[in-house]
């Protein structure tokens, strides 16, 4: 990302060309997430909480052993200072050693699996897991490889490809067999074609080599996988406990909440992270130009991501029983805790990918012990507790700790200008609480229903058709023009 008097030298690519990137990137997995709203439609009513409990499980399951297979492999090839066919050719043949290795643990030790997470019903579906294990090595190779060409426009397509053709597939599994077992064929195939796409693209570089031709990439690849496994159990820890405490049908009540609240901000962090990974290369040497870049695109992107969460918070609970059936009014109370989660989750998020791309593993390493401590009370709070929503409310207490932990660390070192962003932090905070408590009171004085959501809806973009030269006038406004990611005339008007 480039402002206006950034050489060549100090950022390559621009930001006008980053954000098409991330547009692109976003775009389709916007048509994805779309998709999976009509796929989980359909599926929510055909499958029970309990078995869509098993599937979250399942999954929460295999991400732990395909963290350890893809060994940071997508990162690893995306901070490349150069693609070179013999550094590419050592991480296939290391990708291929972990895919085997992993399947086989992950087959060969199901009911081990299964029972850590009280869930022994899960063994069958862990075990079929195991193909996806084989492949994700390869997966976040290829794709990592291919991010790192600059072929955004053709990944985005080939993952919507993926994504579209393995939710048709899961939909014929779903309706010839309910059970957890055939909701895992639609992230099997996605990761399956989306990788054979990949791999046919990025093929002149692919092949077996040395492994001793990319020491340096494995030696980061390792400190990744260290981090993510502490990051893991950051994420994880609570909704362990949750099974334990609640069972395996509250953690389907909570999945079915994260696919229309958390899932599209992890979608959107994702393409921006996967983006604007490669640029973090060039803040290795140097801060300068970091503190001012990455404190800019925390500011953009924190205010963005608030007020698409606050706007969230208000419309989606009353849609999740029309979309999902009258079985899952569990979930709704869930959603709003859940969107602002999701909001500041992936503010965090990427400055975590920043620090990482840096290579400062020990702030990384920090934050996720400290948030292990966290975990351990949040644990305790759950089983005395015995409620959902408190489980859900320990991962925003995560989120926020997270971020101000690790922006802390960057400010001390001057990778961040720790007071402006601490001004517009509280800012977005103030601006969109008090937006939501505001509206949610409008909303029960009206009666609630959708019509009145869509009224109070139409009214506030209303009133910003109305004030949109005062909006563009404002400092947010001006900082998002001066990257470009407003037209030229706008900016030059402004």
Not at 215 to 228: D, G, K, Q, V
Not at 267 to 285: G, K, N, S
Not at 429 to 445: F, P, R, S
């Amino acid at each position: 990302m480039s402002a206006p008097g950034v050489g060549p030298a100090d950022a390559p690519m621009s930001a006008r060309r980053l954000a098409s990137g991330a547009a692109w990137t976003y775009g389709s997995q916007l048509v994805t997430v779309l998709a999976q709203f009509g796929y989980a439609a359909i599926t929510s009513r055909l499958v029970s909480p309990q078995q869509f409990g098993v599937y979250a499980i399942t999954l929460a399951i295999t991400a732990l052993v395909t963290l350890i297979a893809t060994g940071g492999l997508s990162q690893t090839v995306g901070r490349l200072p150069e693609v070179s066919i013999p550094t590419i050719r050592a991480l296939c043949s290391l990708a291929l050693l972990l895919g085997v290795a992993s399947a086989a643990v992950l087959g060969l030790l199901a009911p081990l699996w299964a029972g850590l997470w009280s869930t022994p019903a899960a063994a069958p579906a862990v075990a079929l897991m195991s193909i996806s294990a084989f492949t994700a090595p390869l997966y976040g190779l290829v794709t990592g490889l291919v991010r790192r060409l600059g072929r955004f426009k053709l990944l985005a397509a080939q993952q919507l490809v993926g994504a579209l053709l393995s939710m048709l597939a899961g939909i014929v599994a779903v309706l010839l067999s309910r059970t957890a077992e055939s909701l895992l064929i639609s992230p099997i195939f996605a990761q399956l074609i989306t990788t054979v796409l990949c791999a046919i693209t990025a093929r002149r570089y692919l092949g077996l080599g040395r492994m001793r031709s990319a020491m340096n990439e494995l030696a980061f690849s390792a400190r990744l996988t260290i981090a993510s496994l502490l990051s893991y159990g950051v994420g994880n820890i609570t909704r362990i406990a949750a099974t334990y405490a609640l069972g395996a049908g509250a953690i389907g009540y909570w999945n079915r909440a994260e696919v229309v609240s958390l899932i599209p901000f992890q979608q959107l962090q994702t393409a921006v992270i996967q983006t604007i990974y490669p640029e973090f290369r060039h803040d290795r040497e140097d801060n300068a130009r970091a503190r001012r870049v990455w404190t800019d695109l925390l500011v953009i992107t924190g205010w963005g991501l608030m007020i698409i969460a606050t706007l969230g918070a208000l419309v989606v609970p009353p849609l999740v029983l029309v979309l999902l059936g009258p079985q899952w009014s569990a979930a709704r109370l869930l959603v709003p805790v859940l969107m602002f989660t999701g909001a500041i989750q992936a503010v965090g998020t990427i400055l975590a990918s920043a620090i990482e791309a840096i290579g400062r593993f020990r702030w990384v390493w920090s934050t996720q012990i400290a948030l292990l401590v966290l975990q351990g009370l949040l644990v305790v709070v759950i089983v005395l507790a015995h409620s959902l929503i408190v489980a859900v409310l320990g991962l925003l207490v995560t989120s926020i700790v997270r971020q101000i932990w690790q922006a802390v660390l960057c400010s001390r070192a001057g990778y961040l200008d720790g007071p402006r962003l601490l001004r517009h932090s509280i800012a977005t905070v103030i601006g969109c609480g008090g937006a939501y408590l505001l509206l949610t009171l409008l909303l029960q004085a009206l009666g609630g229903t959708l019509l009145d959501i869509a009224f109070v809806v139409l009214g506030l973009l209303l009133i910003a058709v109305l004030l949109r030269r005062s909006i563009a006038r404002l400092p947010l406004m001006r900082l998002v023009a001066q990257y470009g990611f407003l037209p030229r005339r706008r900016a030059a008007a402004e």
